[in-house]
T-cell receptor, first 114, second 112 residues
Framework: GAGVSQSPSNKVTEKGKDVELRCDPI?????LYWYRQSLGQGLEFLIY????????KSGLPSDRFSAERTGGSVSTLTIQRTQQEDSAVYLC????????????FGPGTRLTVL | EDKVVQSPLSLVVHEGDTVTLNCSYE??????LLWYKQEKKAPTFLFML????IEKKSGRLSSILDKKELSSILNITATQTGDSAIYLC????????????FGTGTRLKVLA
């Protein structure tokens, strides 16, 4: 597609449920990032995929969070046993080449945990 | 610990005013500094700066990097209500892989 897409755009779930958030990066972009943005806050880095290298998971806040990127394209961020503090907008971004260039962001998924 | 600090946190101005937003950083293995505008959800790219002292300009917006002072400024002249947004600064660190470290942003509101 022309840009980064994310689905769903909004997700409301109950505490304790698992959720999956999807990101489709720009075709050909080798770098893919996940960020979390809580209300009124900046972007919190979660995880970074670069080509076939092992992902940089240093930003994942707990072992309830995981992500995978299949075939070097689509990525899924999974949050298990959701908590209310997981409520935030989850943004995905992709970048070309070595990942040091401009990032293109998707529209985000607004997650609300009741 | 790497950090990026933006100031002011928020700003309210009237149309036609000029504003200057600041970004300072303490990041090892600096690669570049980027500015983004975030109106609703997705931040949109404004500038990428890698060299000190070279101004980047796009219409009423301009930005410059000072590597000696470890800072950057974003200027907006003749502000319009459409400039109302959160302006995010990010520094790219090179350490094996590339990591983007974002500031908390400056919330700008331009009144008609």
């Amino acid at each position: 597609g022309a840009g980064v897409s994310q689905s769903p755009s909004n997700k409301v779930t109950e505490k304790g449920k698992d959720v999956e958030l999807r990101c489709d990066p720009i075709s050909g972009h080798t770098a893919l990032y996940w960020y979390r943005q809580s209300l009124g806050q900046g972007l919190e880095f979660l995880i970074y995929f670069q080509g076939n290298s092992a992902p940089d998971k240093s930003g994942l806040p707990s072992d309830r969070f995981s992500a995978e990127r299949t075939g070097g394209s689509v990525s899924t961020l999974t949050i298990q046993r959701t908590q209310q503090e997981d409520s935030a907008v989850y943004l995905c971004a992709s970048s070309s080449l070595d990942g040091a260039n401009e990032q293109f962001f998707g529209p985000g998924t607004r997650l609300t945990v009741l | 610990e790497d950090k990026v600090v933006q100031s002011p946190l928020s700003l309210v101005v009237h149309e036609g005013d000029t504003v200057t937003l600041n970004c300072s950083y303490e990041v090892t293995n600096f690669r570049s500094l980027l500015w983004y505008k975030q109106e609703k959800k997705a931040p949109t790219f404004l500038f990428m700066l890698t060299s000190s002292g070279i101004e980047k300009k796009s219409g009423r917006l301009s930005s410059i990097l000072d590597k000696k002072e470890l800072s950057s400024i974003l200027n907006i002249t003749a502000t319009q209500t459409g400039d109302s947004a959160i302006y995010l600064c990010a520094v790219v660190r090179r350490s094996g892989t590339y990591k983007y470290i974002f500031g908390t942003g400056t919330r700008l509101k331009v009144l008609a």
